[in-house]
């Protein structure tokens, strides 16, 4: 069973930064991927950054010099440091994991950008 714990989201005022953290149940070697998603009202969720087990990352254009996905195996966990926030960036932000070929989820964590 894979569990998949997020934390590090609130409230931040634009241009702000935040750094979310997922940690994993188990090594999180053995996931093909990981990444962060976001999902905001009314629109669907949408990948934020991802990253493969050999340290590869890509993330979306909007969000490309502003967040940095990285890993850290010892700790079972990832991140996601968000610089430069803005008011478009308030979502839930999701942690997911690829196994074989079955994706995992966790219950997400909120960030509201505003002033």
């Known amino acids: 069973q894979v569990q998949l714990v997020e934390s590090g989201g609130g409230l931040v005022q634009p241009g702000g930064s935040l750094r979310l953290s997922c940690a994993a149940s188990?090594?999180?070697?053995?996931?093909?991927?990981m990444g962060w998603y976001r999902q905001a009202p009314g629109k669907q969720r949408e990948l934020v950054a991802d990253i493969t087990s050999g340290g590869n990352t890509n993330y979306a254009d909007s969000m490309k010099g502003r967040f940095t996905i990285s890993r850290d195996n010892a700790k079972n966990t990832i991140y996601l440091q968000m610089n430069s926030l803005k008011p478009d960036d308030t979502a839930i932000y999701y942690c997911?994991?690829?196994?074989?070929?079955?994706?995992?989820w966790g219950q997400g964590t909120q960030v509201t950008v505003s002033s």
């Open positions: 997911s994991a690829v196994l074989i070929d079955r994706r995992y």
């Open positions: 188990g090594s999180i070697s053995r996931f093909r991927a």
